[in-house]
């Protein structure tokens, strides 16, 4: 592996300045127009995108709009937007195989996919690995998992968490109540612990998180779930959808003392975080933590529909037909993952997300130095989080980022997250950073108005 990374392919580069006029221009708004008459009232649209095509940092919508892409498709587009080396796996498997349902059958990228990701994960053991079709799976893989290695049913989750929505995964969320509310009863046997909420910058709020540590043991352990009931503790190392919250070293530490004080198995989802997010292929590496499963998905293939949970060899105790899946492990999702994993080591990004973070976040402090309406500014890596007071404030330096070409999300309470493609370089993010003073002022001085 370079510990440098390339010159970026020419698909990565910014060919030309963003470019924004009428927004939503007319062929969105006809787009959005048909949309609202064929797709579920669920889903929750951020602004007025309507993409037509990407290409490394740039997002392009159906008007001809440019943008500067920082949200990466919620940490998905870890390589940015058809990356030439992906797309040609993509296609070179397309026409060679498109699908031969690896839960039945042998296929070599499923092998050579799931081969790669044990090599990469976080413990010494030797692992195994059951690819998925989206995170979500992956998370409800693992709770089997784990329910059927130590034969218990309790899970302990934390406040702020985001798993997933199907019914499983949906119990151990906890981030917001509009992704629970209607669908109880959900599982039995699962409670949320808190969790650490550090904030790093100018109030220097939170703890090393031993005092959630101490309400585990006291409350969750002590009163409300017996340790012998409980199969797994779940945790994101950083809270993605909660509101990028980094968990202290100690905490994750503390976390994996009491696991094996029980016999609990420690599950780390990384679905938003791992593959190189912050700097190291997992989270749990910067705390020197091992896990027993880890959950992957989003950058893992640049966008191809595909995750993992990825666990110790001795957890693999069930018996063939326990678990499996029509779809999961697709040929070309694999190949995607197979080029994806090897751009980010060929490429230096693990480097890159580190330098490229500290590049970034260095120049959000900057600009917001002087706004009372900035509240924290956190994060590892290219995971960082800008947090306002009140959701009014965050959703309108949204907007206001969009108008001027800038994609960033909304997550948490009031924060927006900046996430973009492993790729990033010095002149993106200093033009991300440029954009988004602009947004601020334009945001916080009420140029923009949208309803909360």
């Not at 290219?382 to 965050?394: N, P, R, V």
């Amino acid at each position: 592996m370079r510990t440098q990374p390339s010159a970026a392919p020419a698909a990565t580069k910014l060919a030309a300045p963003h470019i924004v006029t009428e927004l939503p221009g007319p062929r969105a708004r006809a787009l959005i127009e048909r949309d609202g008459r064929v797709t579920s009232p669920s889903l929750t649209r951020a602004y007025p995108l309507a993409a037509e095509s990407g290409s490394g940092l740039v997002v392009t919508d159906v008007d001809g709009n440019r943008f500067l892409d920082f949200a990466a498709g919620i940490a998905v587009a870890s390589t940015g937007h058809a990356h030439p080396r992906v797309a040609e796996a993509i296609a070179g498997q397309a026409s060679q195989l498109i699908h031969i349902a690896a839960t039945d059958f042998y296929e070599p990228r499923y092998v050579e996919f799931s081969e790669k990701l044990a090599s990469i994960a976080p413990f010494a053991e030797p692992a195994r690995v059951f690819l998925t079709n989206s995170g979500t799976e992956a998370v409800e893989g693992a709770i089997k998992l784990a329910r059927y290695h130590t034969g218990r049913p309790g899970i302990i989750a934390f406040e702020g968490a985001f798993h997933g929505r199907t019914l499983g995964a949906l119990s151990l969320t906890n981030s917001k109540i509009r992704q629970r509310a209607g669908f109880g009863p959900l599982l039995p046997m699962v409670e949320h612990a808190p969790y650490p909420r550090v904030r790093s910058w100018r109030e220097q709020t939170g703890g090393d998180g031993s005092d959630e540590l101490e309400v585990l043991r006291r409350t969750i352990l002590g009163r409300i779930l017996a340790p012998a009931d409980v199969a797994a503790i779940v945790v994101e190392p950083v809270q993605g959808e909660g509101g990028y919250f980094p968990a202290p070293r100690a905490f994750l530490q503390g976390l994996r003392e009491i696991c094996d004080e029980h016999g609990i198995l420690l599950v780390a989802d990384e679905i938003q975080s791992g593959i190189g997010r912050t700097g190291r292929w997992w989270v749990m590496e910067h705390a020197g933590v091992e896990p027993d499963i880890v959950l992957t998905a989003k950058g893992v293939a640049s966008g191809m529909p595909i995750g993992a949970f990825i666990a110790r060899d001795s957890v693999w105790t069930w018996k063939p037909g326990a678990h499996g899946s029509t779809f999961a492990g697709n040929p070309v999702c694999a190949a995607a993952g197979l080029a994806t994993l090897k751009v980010i080591e060929d490429d230096g990004l693990l480097q890159n997300a580190t330098r490229m973070g500290e590049r970034l976040k260095a120049g959000l402090e900057q600009v917001a130095s002087d706004r009372a309406e900035v509240w924290d500014i956190r994060g590892l890596g290219l995971m960082i989080g800008i947090e306002f007071h009140t959701h009014q404030q965050a959703a309108a330096v949204e907007l206001a980022a969009f108008e001027r070409g800038l994609l960033v999300l909304e997550c948490g309470e009031s924060t927006l997250r900046f996430c973009p493609p492993l790729i990033v370089d010095g002149e993106a993010v200093d033009r991300a950073v440029a954009i988004f003073a602009e947004a601020l002022a334009a945001g916080l001085a009420g140029g923009v108005s949208r309803e909360t």
